[in-house]
């Protein structure tokens, strides 16, 4: 943090040869923990990952690392491309609307033909998007665009410019097709709205990974769907309900998320929850200010050398407890003695 503005460092960046197995992966974490004095006596150092397991287990193998976090926007699309597969009916528009995109990116008459339809329908004027099978939010973009110029490309290709080339495997989306379109896109647009915030780093975004989730699932809940639909909120359900629950990995994203501002009701937890962890992050907090005082207590007791001696700089400064600890336990504090339980 500097000025405010969150900034972020890359201390190494290293080849790694042999084969990226659990247990060299997790040699190669130690190493850089020690090459860089990471270590601080009883804390364990978060590491963030994606999901391969090969990483996951390296992180959970390695000494004083931990807990192990997926990185929350790889794990949303991993969510999302259960949601876009094994599922014909999406698969069969998906085809239906590439066909259509690729035929105007291929033929510059089209595209000429499609601009002017745009002009004339007063409609913006936007290329179409072409999805990319390594990202699923290419998939919602394609959708969306082809839905939002749908009057032009409807138009275009019945302009005789354009008809003479349309084959007979490239069709128009029926009404069927075109409401499973406006629900899809629907239904995964705050998927990527929420990779889009965690893929920032100009915020803090581990204390958003629960709450996010939440949102998510929460807009997955079952309605007056098709079967297509239904099919794709369960899917994404299905995979991002399993992540983050293990009870360690849990605690430690919870106590992030109620030290955020932000989110610090916890409305996806009950009440009994809320006020233990609550008081356990009280207990935490006074534990440390109480370690802190009697470092620096001992510190003041050792004789001094000389007054007008200078002071090594090699020597470790007293412990001192940092402002934000301050602050917590003045208002943890205050709030207990108001108000009993905690009330966010």
């Not at 409305?267 to 005082?293: A, G, N, Y």
Request: proline share 6%; charged share 25%; glycine share 2%.
């Amino acid at each position: 943090m500097l000025n405010w503005e969150m900034k972020s460092a890359v201390l190494q960046t290293r080849p790694m040869y042999e084969s990226h197995t659990s247990a060299n992966l997790a040699d190669e974490l130690c190493t850089a923990v020690d090459e860089w004095k990471l270590k601080r006596p009883n804390i364990s150092i978060p590491v963030t990952t994606d999901n391969a397991s090969n990483i996951v287990n390296a992180v959970n193998e390695a000494e004083g690392l931990g807990p192990q976090i997926g990185c929350f926007a790889h794990t949303v699309n991993l969510a999302a491309k259960r949601a876009l597969s094994n599922n014909p009916a999406v698969s069969r528009l998906l085809v239906k609307v590439r066909r259509v995109v690729s035929f105007f990116h291929k033929s510059t008459t089209a595209n000429s033909v499609l601009t002017e339809k745009q002009k004339s329908l007063s409609l913006k004027e936007l290329m179409l998007v072409h999805d990319v099978s390594t990202r699923w939010n290419s998939r919602h973009d394609m959708l969306e665009r082809y839905m939002e110029q749908q009057p032009a490309i409807y138009s275009a290709l019945m302009d005789q410019r354009v008809k003479k080339n349309v084959t007979k495997d490239m069709a128009v989306l029926n009404d069927d097709e075109q409401r499973l379109a406006e629900q899809l896109i629907q239904i995964l647009q705050p998927m990527k709205k929420v990779t889009k915030i965690m893929s920032t780093e100009t915020i803090p975004t581990t204390s958003m990974i629960l709450p996010l989730k939440d949102i998510i699932l929460k807009a997955m809940v079952p309605g007056e769907d098709t079967t297509a639909i239904r099919d794709a909120k369960a899917a994404i359900t299905k995979d991002l309900g399993k992540r983050y629950t293990d009870p360690d990995l849990q605690k430690y994203l919870l106590k992030a998320t109620a030290l955020d501002p932000r989110f610090k009701s916890l409305p996806f937890i009950d009440e009994p929850s809320r006020s233990q962890l609550f008081s356990d992050l009280t207990t935490e907090i006074l534990e440390h200010e109480q370690q802190s005082k009697a470092a620096e207590t001992e510190s003041e007791a050792r004789p001094s050398t000389s007054s007008t001696e200078e002071r090594n700089p090699s020597s470790p400064l007293p412990r001192r407890s940092q402002p934000w600890q301050r602050y917590l336990e003045r208002s943890l504090k205050h709030k207990r003695h108001r108000s009993g339980p905690f009330t966010c």
